[in-house]
T-cell receptor, first 114, second 114 residues
Framework: GDSVTQMEGPVTLSEEAFLTINCTYT??????LFWYVQYPGEGLQLLLK?????DKGSNKGFEATYRKETTSFHLEKGSVQVSDSAVYFCALSDKRQGAQKLVFGQGTRLTINP | DTAVSQTPKYLVTQMGNDKSIKCEQNLGHDTMYWYKQDSKKFLKIMFSYNNKELIINETVPNRFSPKSPDKAHLNLHINSLELGDSAVYFCASSQGSTNTGELFFGEGSRLTVL
């Protein structure tokens, strides 16, 4: 079945450091790809998405490019802030009968120190 | 005004008891979901309803019974609670017919079974 693998956490960085969180996927067909973020004590919220190969999703300084040849969707940010501390989930979608079945990676906890 | 709201936020109960978690969305979406997040942050889909019809049921034990009285509500009832049911349960919604993968999540309901 479809699956998503993210780099193991936790990841700890200093403010203004460069961030990369790796994500690779296995899927039949061409799924849409997503990054969701979960801030402490909150539900998940969509950070960015890409719906086809070579698309780049971006939001709040974060970027990720849909790479079909390497089946990857790595999350990057040039200069992280303390407020970026959260758990980040990579996901792919499998649409069935009007419902979006999101398959999530295991999540990567990111902590940014001032 | 909370888009996807779940109650209760915290639930502590004994093994063998029966409990329910309620979810309501005011986004006008036609599809709702229950996800389970375990202690290691793994997120897995349990159920999805589209227009009150069950369309995704991911090999969840029969002790779990979702009920959707209307498009805006999806409740989760759990019978004979077990220790392994301890987790955070997230409700989510989406507009099934046009959606490209964005789900809107509630804040989660943390269930602790003693």
């Amino acid at each position: 079945g479809d699956s998503v693998t993210q780099m193991e956490g936790p990841v700890t960085l200093s403010e203004e450091a460069f961030l990369t969180i790796n994500c690779t996927y296995t899927a039949t067909g061409y799924p849409s790809l997503f990054w969701y973020v979960q801030y402490p004590g909150e539900g998940l919220q969509l950070l960015l998405k890409a719906t086809k190969a070579d698309d780049k999703g971006s939001n709040k300084g974060f970027e990720a490019t849909y790479r079909k040849e390497t089946t990857s969707f790595h999350l990057e940010k040039g200069s992280v802030q303390v407020s970026d501390s959260a758990v980040y989930f990579c996901a792919l979608s499998d649409k069935r009968q009007g419902a979006q079945k999101l398959v999530f990676g295991q999540g990567t906890r990111l902590t940014i120190n001032p | 005004d909370t888009a996807v709201s779940q109650t209760p936020k915290y639930l502590v109960t004994q093994m063998g008891n029966d409990k329910s978690i309620k979810c309501e969305q005011n986004l006008g979406h036609d599809t709702m979901y229950w996800y389970k997040q375990d202690s290691k942050k793994f997120l897995k889909i349990m159920f999805s309803y589209n227009n009150k019809e069950l369309i995704i049921n991911e090999t969840v034990p029969n002790r779990f019974s979702p009920k959707s009285p209307d498009k805006a509500h999806l409740n989760l009832h759990i019978n004979s609670l077990e220790l392994g049911d301890s987790a955070v349960y997230f409700c989510a919604s989406s507009q099934g017919s046009t959606n490209t993968g964005e789900l809107f999540f509630g804040e989660g309901s943390r269930l602790t079974v003693l």
